[in-house]
């Protein structure tokens, strides 16, 4: 029959369905066209549904294609690359929908739709957007049922039922080969994303150009702790070691300019009761990683820069979880080599006159060099220093100057970058150091939370003795900063979080609100820490810790053991539906009759008509048998029921 | 190369043959088929090892982003195989076809074979079932603990007895990734008459005066009569008018007219072959029963007595399909 080889009117309105709910994911990174495109082929193909519209014939369906290829080239410039091929992969799915005919197209179309669903994984791995394509999965198998059923037959309305149901009982044997199926590395390397939406930290600073720090609730990263959380004061996220004053910003001293002795760090003598927290960095195609000093991460592909700091060799693409043990006790390089001293006293002279002046007014009193970063500490504290987001202007040279005796008004990095120069003007080693500060505890699983509003920067200065400790100018102008979070440090000023309106943060007064935010960030948590970042270290331990010792015999007995997950309860269901024979009352009194007659030895064959039964028997049966009395009626009853319509 | 050839053709032949034997062993001929475990047979469709293949293409994308829910995924779909592979053999299991006979033909027709496919499970029905031959194909969807009436169509080419060929069931349902499939042999054959030819120059020789009767042939005559219904009477000849006033059921009876008894005589036709005779004699069967005359047949070795009616049609046109045959003596 032809009507079998072409696509089941029905199934189209489901391809379609998917099709779209697929391609809603990847909004964000396609341009605009090529969602265009699947709208104008979906329309196009309702309206051949309809019968209203003729499918294109051959040659413009091959101009679309050529003109889809052109269009991507225009866009991307390239076909390289994960937003391209995703794109490609679009274009090619929005064009089938349009010559969908045959029901083999029906199953191409949704075996492109599987992909694309694993193409939303290699953007993004939360759990929204992972439920949401476990829904795409349940349209596409619905639309995979649909092809499958019988046209002309009765339309039922089961078929997502009999998805979910399907997918549900697949789950079982997913998990255990999603724990057991070993994770091996890329076998060839893949293009990666172009790094759109690049949030963060920046590798400079230079804040006299900033006069609005639009500073969002979204996750930076979560650390979960495995025992107590420090105070939020102790919280400080080292990310980047600002020592180069380079063109009026500070960054960070690059790899080649260390000379060869500089190089390899010198792990400090750890001492004191340490850290232990596994860190999930959300994506931040940024090659640093944070982490409370002094910090040492066994984690693969991790490594320690020689000022202390992590770092990952390829930009964090997706998000990275890695452990880090803490001792923030550690006395961080006692000994400054002449080369790092040379450096981390580096600031041009005669740029900032007025405040050359002053602080070596200053350091005459005090010559301890204690004594005089507490001074420097004490004149912020005393003389009227403003914490604020919206700080003025200062695009001339002479920064520290104009923020020190005219302004006044600004964020930490404006107290960092003046702290730190004053310290450099007198031969103090000071450097910047970027991160975050504090977060927020999520008691729920004892992890902290920490956004992009708690970036901060603040001061490492060297002392004899002691190494490289932390000093924080911002604490000095606006302690609640460091103590509650930039919010305290806020109150009443309109700036905080006026970026994003619509962040559940905003609602944490409500105290049930707050209760679901923090369940949920917790479940997040678990989520990324345990699912998306399963690897296979974790998975050796997770084994190890559940069967002692690896075998591939175990491998085997798992899988096979689930796979009678599914089948006993299907053979249960099978099984059981056999004895569900429904009999009307009068049959059942029929048949009961009929066993009885079994025991007498009179059998009954199969299919025999019951009257016919009923005269053969009369003949075996004694005279007033209260057996053939039952029999008889029991027989007439069948027949009145069977005649009735 | 030839005797390659043929001998690759007689290789294809024998085990073609082995294949069909260990067939009917496996599934013998039966006039009710309950498809059991061991009759079905399961097997992935093309889209099945399309579908294995974007699975590749899924877990290599997997392996390569080191992405765990691109592994979840993949594997979840994996599993969804086969669950399916449960699913579609469930969709075929303790399906029951019973074969309801077959209408006879004459050869070049269609024969048609009535089947009813029930289904035993009180809460699962058997979704998108084909039913196969060469030339004929239906799908049905059967309730649960309900039943579908089919007919499948054959085209049959000679006279005798056509037996049903080897009907295969197959079905994809629910996700056409698996095709789970049987062959039933039904205890079933439809009767092929002769293909009836004209003959011009027919006379009957020996044809023989008979009495004036009643008969229950309706024809251009009075109505005689009734008698009580007898079961086999046609439905059109009992008197409903009456019955709907109550009465017993009764059966009209006409007269006939003064008959001439014809005989059919394998003898008297002209010269020809054994298949033209018998066309020949289909030909007449069919003529005289369409003018309602009383006629009787006469074969080499076999004689139907005169009669009229449909039942007389029948009778004649049986012995001509089955002259000759061995399955027709036997019967």
């Known amino acids: ?645 | 190369m030839l005797s390659q050839t043929r001998q690759q053709g007689g290789l294809k032949k024998f085990l073609l043959q082995r294949y069909r034997r260990w067939l009917s062993r496996r599934l013998p001929a039966a006039r009710t088929i309950t498809l059991e475990q061991r009759r079905l047979f399961i097997f992935p469709s093309r889209q099945g090892f399309l579908f294995a293949f974007t699975l590749l293409l899924m877990l290599l994308t997997a392996i390569n982003y080191q992405n765990n829910l691109a592994y979840g995924l993949t594997f979840w779909l994996a599993m969804l195989f086969i669950v399916a592979v449960h699913f579609t053999h469930a969709n075929l299991l303790k399906m029951v076809i019973t074969s309801m006979g077959a209408e006879s033909v004459y050869p070049g027709q269609q024969a048609e074979f009535f089947f009813r496919i029930s289904c035993t499970s009180p809460r699962r029905g058997h979704h998108a079932v084909k039913l196969i031959w060469s030339d004929s194909e239906v799908m049905i969807d059967v309730p649960a603990a309900g039943e579908v009436d089919v007919s499948l169509h054959h085209k049959v080419n000679s006279r005798g007895w056509f037996e049903a060929p080897r009907l295969r069931i197959e079905s994809t349902y629910p996700l056409g990734l698996l095709r789970c499939w049987s062959f039933a042999q039904f205890d079933v054959r439809a009767l092929v008459w002769p293909k009836p030819v004209s003959i011009n120059q027919w006379t009957s020789p020996d044809t023989e005066k008979a009495s004036v009767g009643f008969s229950e042939q309706e024809g251009l005559d009075d109505l005689m009569g009734f008698r009580n219904y007898r079961v086999g009477d046609a439905p059109r000849l009992i008197d409903w008018r009456s019955h709907a006033r109550g009465q017993p059921l009764q059966t009209k009876l006409y007269s006939l007219p003064v008959q001439e008894d014809h005989w059919l005589d394998w003898h008297n036709l002209g010269a020809g072959s054994v298949e033209q005779r018998l066309s020949w004699l289909c030909w007449l069967v069919l003529q005289h029963h369409q003018r309602g005359e009383n006629f009787g047949l006469r074969l080499p070795d076999a004689e139907l007595s005169v009669a009229a009616g449909d039942r007389q049609r029948d009778l004649a046109l049986r012995a001509l399909a089955l002259y000759g045959l061995s399955e027709g003596r036997a019967e």
């Open chain 1, 1 to 645: 029959m032809i009507s079998g080889e072409q696509l089941p009117r029905r199934s189209l309105l489901w391809l379609i369905a998917c099709q779209i709910a697929v391609m809603l994911p990847h909004l964000e990174r396609v341009p605009l066209w090529v969602v265009m495109i699947y709208l104008a082929t979906a329309l196009w193909r309702l309206q051949m549904f309809r019968q209203r519209a003729e499918m294109p014939n051959k040659w413009l369906r091959l101009l679309l294609g050529i003109a889809g290829a052109t269009l991507l080239f225009i866009s991307y410039g390239t076909f390289v690359g994960l937003e391209p091929m995703v794109a490609l992969l679009l274009v090619a799915a929005a064009l089938k929908i349009l010559e969908s005919i045959r029901e083999r197209d029906g199953y191409l179309l949704v075996f492109l739709g599987f992909f694309i669903c694993v193409t939303h994984f290699i953007f993004i791995q939360t759990l929204p957007a992972t439920l949401y394509t476990v829904c795409c999965t349940g349209l596409l198998v619905t639309a995979l049922i649909t092809l499958n059923q019988n046209p002309s037959g009765g339309i039922s309305n089961r078929e997502p039922a009999l998805a979910i149901k399907m997918l549900t009982l697949a789950v079982p044997m997913m998990v255990v080969l999603f724990f057991l199926f070993p994770r091996i590395g890329p076998i060839w390397s893949v293009p990666s994303s172009s790094g759109q939406g690049k949030t963060g930290m920046s590798d400079f600073l230079r804040p006299g150009a900033v006069t609005k720090l639009g500073r969002s609730a979204d996750v930076a990263f979560r650390a979960g702790f495995s025992d107590v959380i420090p105070a939020n004061s102790a919280l400080y996220w080292r990310g980047l070691v600002l020592s180069k004053f380079d063109e009026g910003a500070w960054r960070t001293l690059q790899w080649r300019e260390l000379p060869v002795s500089e190089r390899q760090g010198v792990p400090p003598e750890v001492f004191g009761d340490p850290l232990q927290y596994r860190v999930l960095l959300e994506p931040t195609q940024q090659r640093w990683l944070y982490g409370i000093a002094y910090a040492k991460s066994p984690t693969a592909g991790v490594y320690e820069a020689s000022d202390y700091r992590l770092g990952v060799v390829n930009p964090v693409e997706f998000q990275f979880g890695y452990d880090v043990t803490s001792w923030p006790a550690s006395v961080l390089q006692p000994n400054l080599s002449d080369w790092r001293r040379r450096v981390e006293t580096e600031f041009p002279k005669g740029i900032n006159p007025l405040t050359e002046v002053w602080v070596r007014d200053l350091r005459r009193q005090y010559s301890n060099d204690r004594d005089f970063v507490g001074a420097l500490l004490n004149y912020f504290r005393t003389q009227p220093f403003f914490y604020t987001l919206e700080p003025p202007e200062i695009l001339s040279s002479d920064f520290v100057d104009q923020f020190i005796f005219n302004s006044r008004r600004g964020f930490c990095e404006h107290f960092a970058y003046s702290f730190v120069a004053m310290l450099r003007m007198v031969g103090i080693p000071a450097r910047i150091v970027a991160g975050y500060q504090g977060g927020e505890v999520n008691p729920l699983n004892n992890t902290v939370v920490v956004r992009q509003f708690d970036a901060h920067a603040w001061a490492e200065v060297w002392m004899d003795g002691e190494g490289w400790i932390r000093v924080d100018p911002t604490a000095a102008v606006s302690p609640s900063r460091i103590e509650f979070g930039l919010e305290a440090a806020l109150e009443g000023a309109s700036g905080f979080l006026s970026d994003s309106i619509i962040s559940a943060y905003r609602f944490r007064g409500i105290r049930v609100l707050n209760w679901m935010r923090l369940r949920y960030d917790a479940l997040a948590f678990g989520w990324q820490s345990f699912i998306v970042s399963f690897d296979s270290a974790r998975q050796i331990e997770l084994l190890r810790g559940w069967f002692g010792e690896i075998k591939v015999s175990w491998f085997v007995t798992l899988l096979l053991g689930s796979w009678a997950a599914i089948l006993l309860p299907l053979m249960l269901w099978l099984s059981r539906e056999r004895s569900v024979q429904r009999l009307l009352p009068e049959e059942r009194r029929f048949v009961d009759l009929c066993s009885r007659l079994e025991q007498r030895g009179l059998h009954r064959p199969f299919g025999e008509a019951p009257l016919r039964t009923l005269r053969r028997v009369r003949e075996h049966l004694p005279e007033g048998d209260p057996l053939y009395g039952a029999l008889e009626d029991a027989v007439a009853n069948l027949y009145a029921k069977a005649s009735k319509p």
